[in-house]
């Protein structure tokens, strides 16, 4: 699949999601390339249709896209419920467990999806996996003594590389905390990874969303589909 194939999956996934937004509703708009197009959706049914309803974002990237189409957007802490919150995923696999933050903000949409009553998530076909892990794991870490986290996973044998950005310089989350990759290419037993990494020491939060998500809509090329998660 080239880019511009997997661009019109995530694109139809984005305006299928979108549908789930209705007047009044709290929503949490998540991050990365896909949520590009769900954002550009509701931008268009804001403007088009008189669509009403407030968002919390997972970045700042996100906020700014949707305030530039006039939607109101609100602080996590002055809302006392999100209805739904739609964003992307980098793998998912059939027991819905996946990874995120490919874009760097997982620990907002850690926090954004914890506190939403529905979380959907929108990917293009080739996300969808047998076994998460190919895609390197991220995990947020503090700057202070992020080195001593890296020799750590090193000698796990979790193969972590610090993320860095166009100029050789560490990236920065939007809680200015580092993003280290973990290059595991299979992941056999999440729930234990996941418990190691949040134990570390200078971890603030891993990528690992294990049976978090309620619906998966799959850009297809048939057309969106939708993988309903029954044993949240
Ligand atoms: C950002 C994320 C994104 O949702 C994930 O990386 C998918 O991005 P894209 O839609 O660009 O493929 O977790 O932190």
Do not use: C
């Amino acid at each position: 699949m080239d880019k511009a194939q997997q661009d019109a999956l995530k694109k139809a996934a984005g305006i299928e999601a979108a549908k789930l937004i209705t007047d009044g509703m709290i929503a949490g708009l998540g991050t990365g390339s896909t949520v590009r197009f769900l954002v550009d959706e509701l931008g268009r049914r804001v403007k088009e249709e008189g669509l009403q309803f407030t968002g919390v974002t997972t970045s700042r990237r996100t906020q700014e896209q949707a305030e530039g189409y006039g939607i109101k957007i609100v602080d996590i802490d002055d809302v006392d419920h999100i209805d739904v919150t739609i964003d992307g995923a980098d793998e998912v696999d059939k027991n819905f467990n996946g990874i995120k933050g490919g874009g760097a903000a997982l620990l907002w949409e850690k926090i954004v999806a914890t506190n939403s009553n529905q979380i959907v998530w929108i990917v293009d076909e080739s996300k969808v996996v047998d076994t998460i892990g190919k895609f390197p794991l991220p995990v947020e870490v503090i700057p202070f003594g992020a080195g001593h986290v890296i020799k750590k996973f090193e000698a796990k044998g979790y193969k972590p590389v610090l993320r860095l950005d166009a100029e050789g310089k560490p990236v920065r989350t939007d809680e200015n905390n580092y993003v280290v990759d973990l290059h595991l290419e299979r992941i056999d037993h999440p729930q234990d990874l996941a418990e190691d990494l949040i134990t570390t020491v200078g971890v603030v939060e891993h990528g690992l969303f294990l049976n978090m998500v309620d619906k998966v809509i799959v850009g297809d090329p048939n057309g969106p589909r939708v993988m309903t998660n029954g044993n949240k």
